[in-house]
């Protein structure tokens, strides 16, 4: 409404009035362009939009108490904001409010509906900072009227929303900010990894979690390229009740679960794993080997892994066999996957064939099952949650067993909440390179003894 006064106001002036104004803007027209932080978003704009959300975010948080996230980058505003005002005061025009106010009537006069210009006149008027000054935000919200492009005018207004604790407010100009500068946001999404810690917050993003917002995946590409936790991250994709299902979520959702049990995330996994797309509910109690159509989520699924001189692969003859392969001198796991067994005595069956035509030199006692030095191939079962305490082991292959079927028995203790079953290789560097065919994979409970 402002704008519309002082636009009738300046067209009353008569046409010499007009004439002049144009010949004003013709003047200051190439000032216009210089200054394009104050008529569009550039550099300075960019770095006061990303860094005024990181404060928006721990008004939010303050609004329900003491920062809930423990990370100094996240709560102390005040660091945050000082390169901001030393960065946007060095040019003298930017100081000068009123050349600001006249740049920006200009700009109005030339086109009308012109929201990065009502969006400087609202800056020059005092900005968004003085709670007795409400004709800066009103300003600022006819601006995001006119566009939802403007990254200066979304960002002062996740400021405002989030003094006011207006979580729906702040999470729609937030969207209008990261659609609208995607090379801007990067820092954005890194913080709101940490801010999906509040409870609020996550619920408050669940909408924006669908295949056709544009910046859902760059949101967890962030996430997932930092260094801190993505636990919170974990957290809100377990909350979600329809994840989006593309190719490229899948691969993602992949990585998400893989960062959670590298970082020991393990009832967030076993929580989140049911949700995902494509995902076999039944593969948290089961060792059954993936189909070709089966989405890997590892290492709920299998994890097979190479390095080119030991290795698992799936066998390419489409039978549900697992070939293992190890060169002299190698040894370590090849395949894992993990389990989410209530505790009870289990037996873990396979079968096994060595491909050489060798047999494996141990006699499947149980004190060639402890020997570690041993070659060949063998299980190792622990407990990832009790400091990898061992709960089984044995050799996959003993004499005279070519695909015969064989088992070990294991016991899941009290507080094992989650097991994990590896399949490790070793030869020794005088032995030669070996392969194996490893099938017909399964556990199951040992039913107890009747009284």
Not at 369 to 390: A, N, V, Y
Request: net charge positive; glycine share 8%; hydrophobic share 40%.
């Amino acid at each position: 409404m402002e704008v519309g006064l002082m636009t009738n106001r300046r067209r009353s002036r008569g046409g010499s009035s007009k004439q002049s104004t144009l010949s004003q803007i013709r003047q200051n027209f190439s000032a216009v362009n210089l200054d394009r932080r104050w008529l569009v978003a550039a550099p300075a704009a960019l770095v006061l939009a990303g860094l005024a959300g990181f404060n928006s975010f721990v008004h939010v948080s303050k609004s329900a108490g003491a920062c809930p996230v423990l990370h100094p980058a996240f709560c102390a505003t005040q660091a945050l904001q000082a390169p901001v005002i030393a960065d946007f005061g060095r040019d003298n025009v930017l100081n000068d409010k009123g050349q600001a106010m006249r740049l920006a009537r200009a700009a109005i006069n030339l086109v009308p509906l012109n929201p990065a210009a009502v969006r400087n006149i609202a800056l020059a008027s005092g900005g968004s900072t003085d709670p007795r000054n409400a004709q800066p935000i009103r300003l600022l919200r006819l601006s995001h009227k006119l566009s939802r492009r403007d990254g200066v005018t979304e960002s002062l207004l996740i400021d405002d929303a989030a003094k006011r604790a207006d979580m729906a407010a702040a999470l729609e100009h937030f969207d209008a900010l990261l659609r609208s500068m995607p090379v801007a946001s990067a820092r954005y999404m890194e913080h709101m990894g940490l801010a999906l810690a509040d409870p609020k917050f996550r619920k408050g993003m669940i909408p924006y979690a669908n295949r056709d917002n544009p910046w859902f995946g760059r949101l967890g590409g962030a996430i997932l390229s930092n260094t801190p936790p993505i636990r919170f991250y974990g957290q809100f994709l377990s909350e979600v009740p329809s994840l989006p299902d593309t190719v490229q979520q899948r691969l993602h959702y992949d990585q998400v679960v893989s960062r959670l049990a590298q970082e020991g995330e393990y009832a967030i996994v076993r929580k989140l794993y049911p949700r995902l797309p494509g995902a076999d509910r039944a593969a948290v109690t089961s060792m059954a080997l993936p189909s070709a159509k089966q989405t890997p989520y590892r290492p709920v699924t299998w994890w097979l892994q190479s390095d080119g001189a030991i290795g698992a692969e799936l066998s390419r003859t489409g039978k549900a066999e697992m070939v293992a392969y190890a060169e002299a001198g190698t040894s370590g796991t090849v395949a894992s996957k993990l389990l989410f067994l209530a505790p009870g005595q289990y037996r873990l069956g396979w079968k096994a064939t060595n491909d050489n035509g060798e047999e494996s030199p141990s006699d499947g006692s149980r004190d060639a099952r402890r020997d570690k030095s041993r070659d060949g191939l063998s299980w190792l079962i622990d407990c990832p949650g009790l400091q990898r305490r061992e709960i089984g082991a044995a050799p996959a292959e003993r004499p005279g067993s070519q695909n015969r079927e064989l088992a070990v028995t294991f016991t899941v203790p009290a507080g094992c909440t989650v097991q994990n079953v590896a399949l490790q290789t070793r030869v020794d560097s005088s032995g030669s390179s070996s392969q194996w065919t490893v099938s017909d994979i399964s556990v199951r409970p040992v039913a107890a003894a009747k009284p």
